[in-house]
């Protein structure tokens, strides 16, 4: 379970509440993110020991470096969203990679995720939520997905070539990787870096991917780079 930039102490002690209720053993914070506080102890009621191991981390990157499938939420439907789940949809997807670990990503409380964010994930979740009231408190967001999570777990689908699922750490190199080959061959020559490299990484990091098909997608922008590099010699 992965927060981020949460500001308000409260949530901390009722999430970790929620995250041990359903069997989880961690809860991790991205920075800016406020301190457990007195009012965050009394809503843990028996998670303190969720709440004492808090992970802080500087950017989400860091955050979600070993999960190989990263969920994010969202109440609201927005422009150019990696693939987006229906509440019913998560046990069947969850089951689909492979049972692997997973990151569910929930954003501050006042703004949501940013673009950057979301880009990073495999799928974002949408809650089911009135339209004309969407915004969920955040403790309850996160008890609803659990539940769902957990309550209609589908069997892990057997993976016939059994490889391994890339954590995203490998992921995000890999679009490190490439973004140094579209430098390179001017891809960024018309401006917008910013937004062309989102665009990519939500292309690459729309579904969990093997550390195969990683690799591959890292020799090809290599393979450029070489080439480049011969040609300039």
Do not use: Q
């Not at 990503?105 to 949408?126: H, I, K, N, Y």
């Not at 009231?133 to 209609?152: D, G, Q, R």
């Amino acid at each position: 379970m992965v927060l981020v930039r949460p500001w308000n102490p409260a949530n901390l002690g009722s999430v970790a509440r929620v995250v041990k209720n359903f069997g989880l053993r961690s809860l991790s914070l991205v920075e800016p993110a406020v301190a457990a506080d007195e009012e965050s102890g009394r809503l843990a009621a028996g998670a303190d020991d969720i709440l004492g191991a808090i992970a802080r981390f500087e950017n989400l990157a860091e955050a979600l470096a070993g999960y190989p499938v990263v969920v994010t939420t969202s109440s609201l439907r927005g422009r150019g969203r990696t693939r987006s789940l229906d509440l019913s949809e998560l046990p069947g997807y969850l089951a689909a990679a492979g049972g692997g670990p997973a990151a569910f990503v929930f954003g501050p409380e006042r703004s949501g995720l940013t673009e950057d964010e979301l880009a990073r994930a495999s799928a974002c979740l949408r809650l089911p939520t009135d339209p004309a009231f969407p915004t969920m408190n955040l403790s309850h967001a996160v008890a609803v997905v659990l539940a769902v999570a957990t309550a209609f777990a589908a069997p892990a689908a057997a993976r016939a070539d059994a490889e391994t699922l890339a954590p995203a750490s490998e992921i995000e190199a890999a679009v490190g990787h490439w973004d140094l080959a579209l430098e390179a061959i001017d891809f960024y020559d018309t401006g917008h870096r910013d937004r062309s490299l989102r665009d990519w990484r939500k292309l690459v990091a729309a579904r969990p991917l093997t550390e195969r098909e990683v690799a591959i997608l890292r020799g090809v922008a290599n393979r450029i780079l070489v080439t480049l590099r011969r040609r300039d010699a």
